[in-house]
T-cell receptor, first 116, second 116 residues
Framework: GAVVSQHPSWVICKSGTSVKIECRSL??????MFWYRQFPKQSLMLMAT?????????EQGVEKDKFLINHASLTLSTLTVTSAHPEDSSFYIC????????????FGPGTRLTVL | AQTVTQSQPEMSVQEAETVTLSCTYD???????LFWYKQPPSRQMILVIR??????QNATENRFSVNFQKAAKSFSLKISDSQLGDAAMYFC?????????????FGKGTKLTVNP
């Protein structure tokens, strides 16, 4: 139980284009999902908290117009990196909080984004 | 602000031996949750163990157990009978729980190497 998927697992795009990453809770409903960014050999950095049916809450220093988050249903949240640049290249990870067990985050497998 | 400190950037252990990873945290809350997550080379974050602060009994999951010292704000992870598959980055994390933001505060991680 508590499986979270991400799609795609990796993506390469040209500078200036937009990329959408999907995060799905497969066997549970998630009212809250989180998006993280992880640089090599570092810990996870929280970017934003996504609640179903409402606007995402962004952490300080994260550009909300660049990293668009939509949590349209209890099983799907999307992160769109708009007008991507090479400095946006990173590993992006989502996690989900279940309705039943709300204190434990379950993580997706991550998406490696490379912007050329 | 809550902080999580993992003082051991790297640890190594012989296969079948026991190893303990350290974690301390700072909080003024009395009720919260603590976690250990494992991130193998695949970079999938895997929940290892979860501890509720109001429970005095230390959590155990098969070969993994914790030593939770609430007064000392210490939450160490013991891995018994270490296996090659235990090699990974291990992250200690804190969650303020009910009434909090449900955000996870991560430590910087400990890289565990298991030697055959």
């Amino acid at each position: 139980g508590a499986v979270v998927s991400q799609h795609p697992s990796w993506v390469i795009c040209k500078s200036g284009t937009s990329v959408k990453i999907e995060c799905r809770s497969l066997d549970f409903q998630a009212t809250t999902m989180f998006w993280y960014r992880q640089f090599p050999k570092q810990s996870l950095m929280l970017m934003a908290t996504s609640n179903e049916g409402s606007k995402a809450t962004y952490e300080q220093g994260v550009e909300k117009d660049k990293f668009l988050i939509n949590h349209a249903s209890l099983t799907l949240s999307t992160l769109t990196v708009t007008s991507a640049h090479p400095e946006d290249s990173s590993f992006y990870i989502c996690s989900a909080l279940g309705l039943a067990v709300t204190d434990t985050q379950y993580f997706g497998p991550g998406t490696r984004l490379t912007v050329l | 602000a809550q902080t999580v400190t993992q003082s051991q950037p790297e640890m190594s252990v012989q296969e079948a031996e026991t190893v303990t990873l350290s974690c301390t945290y700072d909080t003024s809350e009395s009720d919260y949750y603590l976690f250990w997550y494992k991130q193998p080379p695949s970079r999938q974050m895997i929940l290892v163990i979860r501890q509720e602060a109001y429970k005095q009994q230390n959590a155990t999951e098969n070969r993994f157990s914790v030593n939770f010292q609430k007064a000392a704000k210490s939450f160490s992870l013991k891995i018994s009978d270490s296996q090659l598959g235990d090699a990974a980055m291990y992250f200690c994390a804190y969650n303020p729980g009910q009434g909090g933001s449900e955000k996870l505060v991560f430590g910087k991680g400990t890289k565990l190497t298991v030697n055959p």
